[in-house]
């Protein structure tokens, strides 16, 4: 049964079971995605999903893993500030209920704040670059640092 994970039983789940790890970044016209595979799990900015409907969203996810083998996804969590969830948070919680029920995925979400910034920094894009798929680069690559690093 697909589930919500923790990131601590995310991070248990990935290490003992050697899981890849599709990371997105949500947004409300784009889905930035990048992927980290097992053993290494190195972080690589994928590519943008144009937004559609939630079940062609879904549907070209799952052709996603045809090409790019992954069994688990982390999606970044756009709290505020203050750690308070505001309707993006609660529009982007929405989206991994879904995506859990729909694809079977277990499902993780993680904190977000500042990584459109940081991608920005890291990559410099010309003016009309989109940088989706380096955040959930950047939000995968936090995620796997701050949980995996102690348990490998």
């Given amino acids: 049964m697909p589930i919500i994970l923790q990131p601590i039983e995310f991070a ?3 290490t003992k079971e050697k899981l890849s790890v599709l990371g997105i970044d949500y947004g409300s016209k784009n889905l930035g995605l990048a992927i980290a595979s097992s053993p290494t799990y190195v972080t690589t900015p994928l590519d943008i999903l144009r937004r559609k409907t939630l079940k062609k969203d879904f549907q070209a996810l ?9 069994q688990t996804v982390l999606i970044g969590l756009p ?6 969830e505001g309707p993006m948070a ?8 879904y995506l859990k029920d729909y694809c079977g995925w277990p499902v993780c979400f993680w904190d977000e704040r500042l990584s459109s910034v940081e991608a920005l920094e890291r990559t410099q894009p010309k003016k009309h670059d989109r940088i989706d798929h380096f955040a959930a680069h ?3 690559e936090s995620y796997l ?5 102690n348990n490998q």
């Fill in 145 to 149: 640092q701050r949980h995996l690093s």
């Fill in 79 to 84: 709290l505020n500030m203050d750690g308070s």
């Fill in 138 to 140: 950047i939000i995968l």
């Fill in 12 to 14: 248990n789940l990935l």
């Fill in 90 to 97: 609660q529009a982007t919680k929405q989206f991994g209920f």
């Fill in 62 to 70: 799952q052709e996603l893993q045809k090409e790019v083998s992954f």
